[in-house]
């Protein structure tokens, strides 16, 4: 088995220098494709690099939109190109718990060719120490992550062209291999709701990006009720994490940036500018647009 990751990023210096290095402690080698990065993500990844000789390919992708099943297939294709048989879809925002990093590489490599691997998509709320654990949709949230690798597995759109959120490959077979029967176990922490700022960015982001791209496929309010599961507190529980979930990755976790401006102000203020108000009537963006271009107006 050759065992290679694979993770697409877009100004992710936040968290990268955490959560790369963290995926090459299980991983052989590390496929990263740069989508038209502005900040210091293109030299965290040189960092790694030369840290870890040989193991880190680096692929780039440029495109104003982000067309997640594109880009999903060119990061497949380099990893199949460096000899993948299995692979690890990580993204930047995700860190594996350290407690299942010896157990992790055995359950890949039982997968028969063409099936994935689920594990615990655990939601790290308002802190990296503490996880949902009550009846929202987050809590006992399970992801695919890796896969054996099948002639027939791909990343496509669907027919209507949609490409958003589409995290299990066209071609998979047999149902998926669940290790871990519930999230106490370990999983996969889920970083992007540990910093509330960003998680109202990217999600508004997410908002105006489908009804730009997608005009008329959602109504707003479809649109709202899809994404404002993410900042739904209600009925709130957390758990506290284990410390052998953190405590072996040493430092790692202080090269985390909490408060790095979130890249989605940016974008979300250039489609307020560039399609104006009335695009986007209808939806709850929690008045960020109008607070960013407030800001921008002052300065």
Request: no cysteine; aromatic share 10%.
């Amino acid at each position: 088995m050759k065992l290679i990751g694979l993770m697409h990023v877009r100004n992710e210096q936040w968290i990268l220098g955490a959560s790369l290095p963290a995926a090459l402690r299980f991983v052989d080698e590390i496929v990263v494709l740069d989508h038209d990065s502005t900040d210091d993500t293109p030299g965290i990844i040189d960092r790694v690099q030369r840290d870890h000789p040989g193991r880190v390919h680096r692929a780039e992708w440029t495109g104003r939109h982000y067309n997640e099943m594109e880009i999903r297939q060119r990061t497949l294709g380099a990893g199949r190109a460096a000899g993948g048989t299995h692979f690890f879809w990580v993204d930047a925002d995700e860190i594996l718990t350290a407690n299942i990093i010896a157990d992790v590489r055995g359950w890949i490599a039982g997968l028969e060719p063409g099936r994935t691997l689920e594990l615990p998509w655990l939601a790290m709320w308002e802190s990296p120490d503490r996880f949902r654990s009550d009846s929202s949709v987050w809590t006992n949230n399970f992801k695919v992550f890796a896969f054996a690798d099948h002639p027939d597995i791909a990343y496509r759109a669907q027919r209507d062209g949609y490409d958003m959120h589409q995290q299990t490959p066209n071609g998979v077979r047999a149902k998926p291999v669940r290790p871990l029967a519930e999230q106490s176990m370990g999983g996969v922490m889920h970083l992007q709701f540990a910093n509330r700022r960003r998680l109202i960015a990217k999600h508004a982001w997410y908002k105006m990006s489908e009804t730009v791209r997608f005009p008329g496929r959602k109504t707003p309010q479809a649109i709202d009720a899809m994404y404002n599961q993410a900042l739904d507190a209600n009925n709130l529980r957390l758990a506290q994490v284990p410390p052998e979930w953190w405590s072996p990755y040493g430092h790692i976790r202080s090269l985390i940036q909490w408060d790095d401006q979130p890249w989605h102000e940016t974008e979300v203020l250039r489609f307020w500018i560039e399609h104006g108000p009335a695009a986007f009537e209808g939806l709850n963006l929690w008045g960020l647009p109008e607070r960013l271009a407030a800001q921008e107006t002052a300065a």
